[in-house]
């Protein structure tokens, strides 16, 4: 498998004559609290000179900006720190233990703080009439309002110097608005009966926002479980054979070639071959697959994954980067911190939402006083607006789905490359395969050889292998391990080359010879004559059929036929079942004869068959099926599927299969199991639904609490109280993405049995 690194990534284009090279450089940025403080920075970054995109995270709190390689990392940090956040490259943020006080202390003593200050609403409830001195609330409001409420005058501080509003702005406002008129009536009735205070709506409203958004980090941080985890499968030393010693060195000293030992029970510390040993490997984290697989002589193990019972001696393939552990990691972050399409919306809302915000409240001032001359009454309401209206929870509606989609996606063997293959699956409404090695084995045995008038079945078989003894296809194979099985002697090929979707020709004992499908048949013109019978026979067997032909001097001749068998991946038919369950039509395109391709399509309950296709062929058939309205997601995993891919609405590219594939695949399956397309569409289904939620509230919260605020019908303790808990409903409702299981996941279906995509409890 082959996905290609998405970090730090470079790219040429070429313009008037001259290499114009782009990189893609990810920053981390810390400070941002809401959807306008990720349009603000995404803002500056673009008006950085050389800059030509930039993309921004609130969930991972990163920025990923595209830009030509001239633009120094400096210019881009300076950009985003005089916008009033704090830029670090990623290799520069470390995952350090906690040192000090606990991340919750500053919630704590705000909470403590405020008690006395809230404590009276709660007894009235009770009937007790009791309240604190004025001078012992300005006591216990103060450190709350300008010591644990400081983060929000400098957010928004830097926020108004820039030009902008955030969220931060809005509770500075609305706190310091209640804080300032609860001072100014102590003084001003001080010694002649003191008036109701706003003390505790101030101080309650920076708790619970502290609250707020402790809670929101601590549920963000498990949206970015699946990173630990695979990260965690890191080897830090590796055991190595140099010479007659075997020494520990760190993982980052292996080298290329080395020979790794990997004992019983250790991870394996480097992608590689097996050149000693056997053994079982759990392989679960990497490829979703729960059960232990067999691995020996000749076999690839992939770093991070537990050896069983067997010692080992692996020779080393891959190391740091370019394992499949890295860039997995990669895929994974790329994709966490990519932006769905869905998220413009968010975006044009979160750009007018801060001023709008200032301009209701504004509004709900001047009408109130204009309505009842109570400018204090009025204030209370405004501060009201000012703090129930909060676009954090529309900043993160969508990110914290994606991460949480992709997260439980990847721990179940799907590695989904962006969030717009995510977002889009979910309304795929046909599912086409390509049929060798997505739906079959792709392991084919050669199950007949018939020869014509003329010709032996010795004679047919050796000329067919000559032709494939340096072609690494599926069927050369089966070929070249039926002649060794024979032990038949093969001849020698010139100018062996291959015709493109209909088999080989090359140049054998002096005669120009051809092994192709009944398409290459019918364009040369020949006619099967006796062996039509047993070709059709053959076919409606499930047989995929190749005729060698002899071409010399305009005269041709027909020689035999091989007929080849390719059993049905056991897990294809519940595959199939479970996207008819989901409403999904199933399509096979295959450059395979139509009997075979038929043959599978019954036994699996395929809706639709397009056989004997040729390669260009497949991308216009997925192109024909778009064109009609319709939702393509294509599955395949080899050279010929590349097209298709591309042009598919999604693409999966089994794992194994071609790099072409991987590389141009949306989602790659990290195993051959096609019930994992199932899977992967019901994650994005369930994703988006989790999208839609999350935007509903959002929105619908402030659309509902805005006016009930401006209206004088919320108090803004509870005005608060309802901010801080928006966000954190809507990461914790992503948050169950994390307990979904698939169809594909642990022990396989019993007989008549199809296990649903379920969410446990």
């Not at 002649?192 to 549920?219: C, N």
């Not at 968010?346 to 006083?369: C, Q």
């Not at 703090?387 to 989904?416: Q, Y």
């Not at 068998?565 to 294809?572: F, H, Y």
Request: with cysteine; aromatic share 4%.
């Amino acid at each position: 498998m082959d996905i290609e690194p998405t970090l730090e990534a470079s790219m040429n284009t070429t313009a008037a004559g001259h290499d114009i090279v782009t990189t893609e450089t990810t920053l981390q940025v810390e400070g941002m609290t809401c959807a306008s403080c990720v349009a603000r920075v995404e803002k500056v970054l673009r008006k950085v000179p050389g800059v030509s995109g930039a993309s921004v995270n609130l969930a991972t709190e990163r920025a990923t900006i595209q830009a030509l390689a001239t633009v120094p990392t400096a210019a881009l940090k300076g950009a985003i720190e005089k916008a009033g956040y704090v830029a670090k490259e990623v290799q520069d943020v470390k995952a350090l233990p906690a040192a000090g006080l606990p991340a919750w202390w500053p919630v704590a003593v705000s909470g403590a703080l405020t008690l006395p200050l809230v404590l009276p609403m709660l007894l009235q409830l009770f009937g007790v009439i009791w309240m604190p001195d004025g001078w012992l609330q300005l006591a216990l409001a103060t450190p709350v309002q300008f010591w644990l409420g400081a983060r929000f005058y400098r957010a928004g501080w830097k926020a108004v110097l820039a030009k902008a509003g955030n969220m931060d702005l809005l509770v500075a406002l609305g706190t310091s608005a209640a804080y300032g008129l609860s001072v100014y009536l102590l003084f001003r009735h001080a010694g002649h009966g003191m008036p109701h205070l706003y003390f505790e709506a101030s101080a309650a409203v920076i708790t619970l926002v502290l609250l707020g958004k402790w809670l929101e980090q601590r549920a963000k941080g498990q949206t970015a479980d699946a990173i630990r985890a695979l990260n965690a499968l890191r080897p830090t030393t590796a055991r190595v054979r140099r010479g007659d010693a075997e020494l520990d060195i760190p993982v980052e000293q292996v080298r290329v070639g080395d020979l790794v030992i990997v004992r019983p029970g250790d991870r394996v510390a480097v992608d590689g071959e097996v050149v000693e040993g056997r053994s079982h490997v759990d392989e679960s984290l990497i490829t979703g697959e729960s059960l232990p697989v067999a691995r020996g002589m000749g076999d690839k193990v992939t770093g991070g994954s537990i050896n069983a019972e067997g010692a080992l001696v692996v020779r080393t393939r891959a190391i740091g980067a370019e394992t499949t552990l890295a860039r997995i990691i990669r895929m994974v972050e790329s994709a966490q911190a990519a932006k769905a399409p869905i998220q413009r919306i968010v975006d044009r809302v979160s750009a007018v939402f801060v001023p709008v915000v200032l301009g209701i409240a504004l509004l709900t001032f001047l009408g109130w006083v204009g309505y009842s001359g109570d400018w204090e009454h009025s204030l209370i309401n405004a501060v009201a607006v000012l703090v129930i209206a909060c676009p954090c929870a529309l900043g993160l509606a969508t990110p914290t789905a994606i991460m949480a989609g992709t997260g439980v996606a990847a721990r179940h063997g799907i590695l989904i490359k962006d969030a717009e293959a995510l977002e889009v699956a979910h309304a795929v409404t046909v599912v086409a395969f390509d049929k060798t090695g997505t739906l079959t084995e792709g392991r084919p045995s050669l199950a007949a050889v018939v020869a014509a008038q003329g010709s032996t079945r010795d004679e047919v078989l050796g000329l067919a292998a000559a032709l494939q003894k340096s072609s690494s296809h599926p069927l050369a194979v089966a070929v070249m391990e039926q002649v060794r099985h024979e032990r038949l002697t093969v001849p020698e090929v010139r100018d062996a080359q291959a015709l493109p979707g209909r088999g080989v020709q090359g140049v054998v004992r002096g005669h120009t010879l051809a092994l192709g499908s009944t398409r290459l048949l019918r364009e040369l013109g020949l006619d099967a004559g006796a062996l039509q019978a047993e070709a059709q026979q053959l076919g409606q067997q499930g047989r995929t059929v190749s005729w060698l032909v002899r071409s010399d001097a305009g005269q041709q001749c027909l020689l035999g036929l091989l007929a080849f068998g390719d059993s049905v991946k056991p897990a294809a038919l519940a595959a199939v079942s479970r996207l008819h369950q989901l409403g999904i039509r199933t399509v096979m395109l295959t450059g395979d004869n139509r009997g075979a391709a038929e043959a599978v399509a019954r036994e699996l309950g395929i809706d639709e068959v397009r056989a004997e296709v040729l390669p260009g062929d497949k991308a216009a058939v997925v192109k024909a099926l778009r064109d009609a309205g319709e939702v393509v997601a294509f599955v395949g995993d080899g050279l010929n599927d590349g097209p298709a891919l591309a042009a598919a609405s999604v693409s999966y590219a089994m794992a194994g299969g071609a790099d072409v594939a991987t590389e141009t695949a949306g989602i790659t399956l990290m195993r051959g199991d096609p019930r994992l397309v199932a899977d992967s569409l019901d994650v994005s289904r369930r994703t988006y639904s989790k999208i839609k939620q999350g935007l509903f509230w959002a929105f619908g919260y402030n659309v509902l609490g805005i006016p009930l605020a401006a209206l004088g019908l919320l108090n803004p303790v509870i005005a608060g109280a309802a901010m801080a808990f928006s966000s954190v409903s809507v990461v914790l409702n992503a948050l169950t993405l994390r307990r979904w299981r698939g169809v594909a996941d642990g022990h396989a279906a019993a007989p008549g049995e199809q296990r649903r995509g379920t969410m446990t409890v």
